[in-house]
């Protein structure tokens, strides 16, 4: 992990960790590294998600590439995989999405996707930090050299969606569902999107003001959405996040369904269709002992990459599969889509559930599920502190302990977020009394090497 970026660019408070100073110089320093592999003028896309700090970052950025002599050309609100398609679709030369995803308002983010519609490789984001951290003046454009901002991104929006629209599995009809916007993102697109099939839908959540996004609605709180399809007699609701690369999913009886019940749902889908390439999906670390087993009695493999989509996604090129997924509902689909996207795998589920003749309740039953515990520990201080405390000899003894004894019937998983300032402390087991006590040692002893540390 770098210095500004993570595991999902750079990320964090606006206007403390990010301002517009930083995203300037972020602006100048992508337009110089990129510009070392090309002659010509650059041309970048950027979108946004609808933080009342992205107007201001946005400006911000613009300026800095412009500044360095590429064009900018604005796409507006919009989820973050359709900045990566349009990149791709408009010949762009690089992508940047103005985003903190899931997070809540007072954050926000700048991640970059190359040509391609890939996130950036940790050698080019290296060599970005070292422009921005270097405290030097920056060389700029002069004279008719100086980058321009071209109008005309805001109307290929409609060739994202129909994109999206046209990569069901199968047909989809006969469907009532919720849709979660999140006050995010997805309020652009969504109602556009499932406008194209022969479904009942209601959209909520779908009114931002700047500062609603995330905010007790979308794939970080459920329950809304839950009661609204309940109440309704809805088959299913779906959540997105605030930039819409994630997709959650409740049943019709208001149960959530995590990234592992969707993923296996939508491999089998594609498995019996002959579309599951090499027969396997790249899941993480954190994927639970339910969706293994499913896997296996279902006939594909799992391999584990860690947790993160960049390493997801490579793992998935390095093996040659086309699926592959997180817990979080961040899925990959790479015969589609260069990167996650919670509206796709919305039509692909939808497409599959639709072909299933089944409830969404009876398809997530056929995936056993164990008791996970899940919980964060706030650290002050950035990655050195959370470096320290990974590498504590304590905090490996008690680790070692857990696992021992929860032995094949369990796992144990501590690791720092990339994203934000916590350490996160997984636990499965077989009794959810076992799970908890395992999570809240871990937790106690994590939170005692911090005092140590800072003290």
């Known amino acids: 992990m770098g210095r500004l970026f993570g595991t999902d660019g750079i990320r964090g408070v606006a206007n403390k960790e990010l301002d517009a100073v930083l995203a300037f110089r972020v602006g100048q320093a992508a337009a110089i590294v990129l510009s070392k592999e090309k002659k010509d003028r650059l041309l970048f896309t950027i979108g946004k998600d609808t933080r009342i700090s992205s107007d201001m970052l946005e400006a911000a950025l613009t300026a800095g590439l412009c500044s360095a002599g590429a064009d900018v050309m604005p796409l507006g609100v919009i989820p973050t995989p359709a900045v990566a398609y349009i990149t791709v679709d ?23 996707f190359d040509s391609s519609g890939f996130k950036l490789s940790d050698a080019l984001e290296n060599e970005i930090e070292d422009y921005v951290l270097s405290g030097e003046e920056l060389p700029c454009a002069k004279n008719e050299c100086i980058g321009r901002v071209i109008d005309r991104g805001s109307k290929l929006v409609e060739a994202y969606i129909g994109h999206v ?10 469907i009532r569902a919720v849709i979660d916007c999140a006050n995010g993102a997805s309020s652009r ?22 500062i609603n996004i995330n905010n007790n609605c979308g794939s970080t709180c459920m329950d809304g959405l839950s009661n609204a399809v309940v109440e309704g007699g809805f088959d299913l609701g779906i959540a997105f996040d605030g930039d819409a690369d994630r997709c959650l999913i ?73 699926l592959g997924g997180e817990q979080s509902g961040h899925m990959i689909f790479l015969d589609d889509s260069t990167t996650g996207d919670g509206q796709l795998t919305a039509v692909k589920f939808l497409s599959i559930l639709s072909g299933s003749g089944k409830k969404v309740s009876e398809l997530a039953a056929e995936i056993p599920q164990y008791p996970q515990v899940h919980k964060n520990v706030p650290v002050e201080g950035g990655n050195r502190i959370k470096n320290r ?45 076992m799970a908890e006590n395992t999570t809240e040692k871990l937790s106690n002893t994590i939170k005692y090497i911090i005092n140590g540390v800072i003290c």
């Not at 697109?189 to 700047?210: H, K, V, Y």
């Not at 997801?312 to 040659?320: D, F, H, T």
């Open 189 to 210: 697109t969504a109602r556009q999107l499932f406008s194209n099939f022969p479904i009942e839908f209601d959209i909520i959540n779908d009114r931002p003001n700047g």
């Open 389 to 433: 405390v990974m590498e504590s000899e304590e905090l490996k003894a008690e680790i070692s302990a857990a696992k021992t004894m929860l032995g094949n019937s369990g796992r144990v998983l501590v690791r720092p977020s990339g994203t934000e300032a916590l350490i996160r402390v997984m636990v499965e087991a077989d009794d959810m009394f």
């Open 165 to 174: 629209a046209g990569c069901a599995e199968c047909g989809i009809s006969g």
């Open 250 to 322: 409740v049943d019709e009886k208001g149960n959530k369904l995590d990234g592992d019940r969707i993923m296996a749902i939508c491999a089998c889908g594609m498995k019996k269709l002959g579309r599951l390439r090499n027969n396997t999906v790249v899941a993480t670390i954190m994927s639970g002992l339910g969706f293994h087993k499913y896997a296996k009695d279902n006939g594909f493999n799992v391999l584990c990459a860690d947790v993160g989509d960049k390493y997801v996604l490579r793992m998935m090129q390095e093996k040659g599969c086309n």
């Open 90 to 112: 408009v010949g762009a030369d690089a992508g940047i999405v103005i985003s903190a995803s899931h997070n809540p308002y007072e954050y926000n983010g700048i991640k970059i």
